[in-house]
T-cell receptor
Framework: GQQLNQSPQSMFIQEGEDVSMNCTSS?????WLWYKQDPGEGPVLLIA?????ELTSNGRLTAQFGITRKDSFLNISASIPSDVGIYFC???????????FGPGTRLSVLP | DTEVTQTPKHLVMGMTNKKSLKCEQH?????MYWYKQKAKKPPELMFV???????INESVPSRFSPECPNSSLLNLHLHALQPEDSALYLC??????????FGQGTRLTVV
């Protein structure tokens, strides 16, 4: 079936550093989503991307829809302790189809 | 109102019990979802309701029974569960199949 890979699996960074993570697939997707999940809570939608090459920001977060439509990237600038959590990407092949979730990137921020 | 509300937040039930999880949204969304999430894993789709009709059942055992009484409410009825069904159960909604907004989840423990 459709599978998404996320890299890195986990990362430890110092507070104030920038973070980059990505989500890749062997298939083309037409919508990419990025979610953040805190322990014991539901995922929170951060950014939605609908067009190849699109670059969208939400505060310190910036996400890009890869031009091949097989990947997406999320950057966090000047990380803070509350950025800790698991970041999931999700892709949708065609409108109305279900989203496929990646395995997640676990982010830890050291003070 | 931009929330998906789930009750209860925590539930402990015996293997012979019958219980229900509830989900409510007032965003006018016409697609509603149940996901199951095990620790350190991404959410796994269980059911999709579209315009109050069950459109997808991802081969979920019959001990899980969804119900959509109206466009704002989604229930998940539980009966004769097994300990391996213990997980975080997430409800989500979307306008018509686009980016979904998640509730905070119900942490279910089957004893």
């Amino acid at each position: 079936g459709q599978q998404l890979n996320q890299s890195p699996q986990s990362m430890f960074i110092q507070e104030g550093e920038d973070v980059s993570m990505n989500c890749t697939s062997s298939s083309i997707f037409n919508t990419w989503l990025w979610y953040k999940q805190d322990p014991g809570e539901g995922p929170v939608l951060l950014i939605a991307l609908y067009k190849a090459g699109e670059l969208t920001s939400n505060g310190r977060l910036t996400a890009q829809f890869g031009i091949t439509r097989k990947d997406s990237f999320l950057n966090i600038s000047a990380s803070i302790p509350s950025d800790v959590g698991i970041y999931f990407c999700a892709g949708q092949k065609n409108y109305g189809q279900n989203f496929v979730f990646g395995p997640g990137t676990r982010l830890s921020v050291l003070p | 109102d931009t929330e998906v509300t789930q009750t209860p937040k925590h539930l402990v039930m015996g293997m012979t019990n019958k219980k229900s999880l509830k989900c409510e949204q007032h965003m006018g969304h016409r697609a509603m979802y149940w996901y199951k999430q095990k620790a350190k894993k991404p959410p796994e789709l269980m059911f999709v309701y579209s315009y109050e009709k069950l459109s997808i059942n991802e081969s979920v055992p019959s001990r899980f029974s969804p119900e959509c009484p109206n466009s704002s409410l989604l229930n998940l009825h539980l009966h004769a569960l097994q300990p391996e069904d213990s997980a975080l159960y997430l409800c989500a909604s979307s306008l018509q199949g686009e980016a979904a907004f998640f509730g905070q989840g119900t942490r279910l423990t089957v004893v």
